[in-house]
């Protein structure tokens, strides 16, 4: 039997791609007995689909989206000749 710390990292792996038969039924055999484990797989798959929601809803703002007034252009100006 696997132990929780395998378990967990299945799991983890088991987002990223499709595990062997053998690993895939150890896993889910370990989860039917470990409340622990079970919550950490479905912790993980709310976080994943709260994150794919999120960045669905909005891009972060880029380096171009971002604009100095005109008055904060001066200062930066003029604080960059003085020494």
Do not use: W
């Amino acid at each position: 039997m696997l132990s929780c710390k395998d378990t967990t990292l299945l799991v983890s792996e088991s987002m990223d791609r499709t595990l062997p038969l053998g690993r895939r039924l150890a896993k889910r055999l370990h989860l039917m007995m470990c409340v622990l484990c079970a919550r950490y797989e479905r912790q993980l798959f709310m976080m994943r689909e709260v994150l794919k929601r999120a960045g669905a809803e909005e891009d972060p703002p880029g380096p171009d989206d971002v604009t100095l007034s005109p008055e904060a252009k001066e200062r930066i100006k003029k604080a960059l000749n003085h020494p």
